[in-house]
């Protein structure tokens, strides 16, 4: 076992263009560290240049105190779960499994306790003589996962191991994967771009976005400290609203009404709030039903037309539809382009307690949080009521001591 | 309409069966029938009762030294021929698949252009440059012209099979401790097997039946494979071909074919790459 040390990883192809640019990570020895972000931000490809099967433009890979950059992977000494599991249809699971300790020249009987050991843990016992075509999706991913942990590896690596499987498989697998990383307690480093499975799994969390290590943080860090407008939009689901706000004093007026924030917020946006709007992001759990909520908590309520309610049972999610001015709103729809999104209306999304009784085209009272609202600069998409000791790394922030307490905080 | 279907693949079926072994039995039926009979003429399918040789024809044509002599040089150059092109086949198609180099397209289009060339324009050439560096009439002067002929297909099989190959099982194979010559191997090689085996049994058909080569470029039987050595094949009286001992000759010469062909097609599993990959 062994920390990841990453330090100014840079990614370039032929055409110049950056894959992954400036990227510094921390993994400590034994840490889970999930990499997430949309399609294209060179999460993959950075997994695979800690592995070896890409190289490195610049910057320096360090896998325990040993620099890797010119290293083959199989002199890396680290496993890796293939987004497709890449199992050797020629050899049987007990094979497959045992081809790395083959190639490592062990002896039978090392091979066959080691594989049976495996196998047990992953309860593949039954189908050790079977052929990887004969097996379903969750036994083939569990040989690949087989094939990882027979060896003493220094780290996993995962390339978006769940995302051939159906939804509920991949709920029991995640439970697996997790499960097994904190027994073996390895090093784990894994590539997603499903956020239940980063914010399940991780103890930190790398969010990516074209190429560029936007936050570093526990799950918690990220879904509650949001360094800026990419992150809080990319975590959470449903997502974080963004609305237009003109901050004055401590008072906030949003589309649907004014709202009062606390005076530590309101002083730290002060000085960005003289320059105009500014983009409050609630998110939707910080709204309620007024009717259901308890009157002794802190908060303001507005009165809003209920466009659609999606009721779940336990919870209702009520859409109310708003008019953004055009500076906002290109800023919205740039940043569900960054997203993989698209943007079709400016809409609020309101999650309400299932309880509610708000219906479709109602005009319904609603209460919202507003000590949880957080403010961004609409033109540089920065967070400006972040809580920066809170936070982990930020991009753009110089936050050296953040790198130097990974995962104190989860 | 399905009944009227099976009947007509039913007949359709027997028809081609009937025009592509319609000769094949007839060589069988003429070597199973006396010189005699041949010669006085003997139309019917089986031989007549006074003019069957049973097995006589096979047990004259394997006595014969020279025949022996063909069959031994044939599958001898031929096996030859077919490993060396394969093998060499396999290592080429295998960077044309995974590597980008320059003239990657020129080996491809030159490949091409060798497997168009008629065979014919190049025999007076090889057969002089082949006198003067002394491989004439020889195993090797047959086996070179094979192999470059039959390179060419076995390249483009190959390397299509190669492609089919995802790129992560590769992958997975170094990231699991194996060097890239273990990866190509103990992973690439068994999953392109099916293609090799093709490769192999068409290389080996193009070989066994040529005749322009195998005429041309040998004088003795120190090298004459089968069908040029059917040609000289003459019995007691040189005045009279005989017919039935050349048939006899022409069915012993196939069945190394048959045999081949049914071992190397155990081999060609179809669909050996499922499972590799969830597809």
């Known amino acids: ?410 | 309409m399905r009944g009227t279907n099976k009947v007509g693949i039913g007949v359709g079926f027997i028809l081609i069966m009937v025009w592509c072994l319609l000769p094949v039995a007839w060589i069988i039926s003429l070597s199973f029938k006396s010189q005699e009979a041949i010669t006085a003429g003997s139309p019917g399918f089986l031989p007549t009762s006074g003019g069957s040789a049973g097995f006589q024809n096979y047990v004259d044509v394997l006595n014969d030294e020279q025949f022996r002599r063909a069959i031994f040089n044939s599958i001898g150059i031929c096996l030859i021929a077919t490993a060396l092109s394969v093998i060499l086949a396999t290592l080429a198609a295998y960077a044309i698949a995974r590597l980008e180099f320059k003239g990657k397209r020129f080996v491809l289009t030159t490949a091409l252009a060798i497997a168009m060339f008629p065979v014919v324009s190049l025999v007076s050439p090889l057969f002089d440059m082949w006198r003067t560096l002394g491989i004439y009439d020889t195993w090797i002067g047959l086996i070179i012209p094979y192999m470059s002929f039959t390179l060419p297909l076995a390249i483009w099989t190959l390397s299509a099979f190669f492609r089919e190959i995802p790129w992560e099982m590769e992958q997975a194979a170094q990231v699991d401790g194996a060097t890239s010559w273990q990866a190509f191997r103990k992973v690439i090689v068994p999953l392109a097997a099916p293609g090799v085996f093709t490769a192999a049994i068409l290389t080996f058909f193009f070989a066994w039946n040529d005749f322009v080569f195998g005429i041309s470029l040998t004088s003795t039987e120190a090298a004459r494979p089968i069908p040029a050595a059917l040609s000289f094949f003459v019995g007691a009286d040189p005045f009279n071909r005989p017919a039935s001992l050349l048939a006899a000759g022409a069915v012993v010469s196939t069945i190394p074919i048959i045999l081949i062909v049914l071992v190397f097609q155990r081999k060609i599993v179809a669909g050996l790459t499922s499972g590799a990959v969830k597809g």
């Not at chain 1, 590539?191 to 790398?206: I, K, N, Y």
């Not at chain 1, 449903?238 to 706000?245: D, E, I, S």
Request: one cysteine or more.
């Open chain 1, 1 to 410: 076992m062994a920390s990841i040390t990453m330090k100014n990883i840079v990614k370039k192809y032929g055409d110049g263009f950056p894959a992954v640019n400036d990227v510094s990570i921390d993994i400590a020895d034994g840490e889970f560290v999930i990499l997430v972000g949309p399609s294209g931000c060179g999460k993959s490809t950075l997994l695979r240049m800690i592995v070896g099967l890409e190289d490195i433009t610049s910057g320096d890979m360090m896998i325990g105190e040993k620099k890797v950059n010119d290293l083959a992977p199989r002199d890396r000494n680290l496993a890796m779960v293939f987004q497709n599991y890449a199992l050797y249809p020629h050899l049987t699971v007990f094979e497959n499994i045992a081809f790395p300790l083959r190639l490592a020249g062990a002896s039978e009987s090392e091979i066959t306790e080691k594989v049976n050991a495996a196998s047990k843990t992953l309860e593949l016992d039954e189908h050790l003589q079977r052929k990887p075509g004969n097996l379903s999706g969750g036994q083939r991913q569990r040989v690949a996962m087989g094939r990882a942990i027979v060896r003493d590896a220094d780290a996993f690596l995962f390339d978006e191991p769940l995302s051939n499987l159906d939804a509920k498989l991949r709920g029991q697998m995640r439970s697996e994967i997790s499960r097994l990383q904190k027994r073996l307690g390895i090093t784990t480093v894994y590539v997603t771009h499903d956020q239940t499975e980063a914010m399940t799994l991780g103890d930190r969390v790398a969010v990516l976005k074209r190429g560029v290590l936007q936050q570093l943080a526990s799950p918690r860090q990220l879904y509650s400290n949001p360094g800026n407008l990419f992150v809080a939009g990319f975590i959470g689901s449903p997502p974080m609203n963004f609305l237009p706000a003109k901050v004055s004093g401590t008072s906030v007026e949003l589309p649907f009404g004014t709202v009062q924030i606390p005076q530590d917020k309101a002083d730290k946006v002060a000085a960005s709030a003289a320059n105009g709007l500014l983009m409050a992001g609630i998110r939707p759990e910080h709204f309620e039903d007024a009717a259901v909520v308890d009157a002794s908590r802190q908060g303001s309520t507005f009165r809003a037309k209920v466009d659609v309610v999606e009721w779940l049972g336990n919870e209702a999610y009520a859409y109310i539809p708003f008019e953004a001015p055009p500076e906002v709103r290109e800023q919205l729809e740039q940043l569900e382009r960054d997203l993989d999104g698209e943007s079709l209306r400016t809409q609020l999304v309101v999650s309400l307690d299932g309880t509610s009784r708000i219906a479709e085209g109602d005009e319904a009272e609603i209460w919202v949080d507003s000590s949880k609202m957080h403010l961004f600069d609409p033109a540089t998409g920065e967070n400006l009521t972040v809580d920066l000791d809170n936070a982990g790394y930020i991009h753009g922030h110089a936050m050296a001591e953040a790198a130097e307490q990974p995962a104190a905080a989860g």
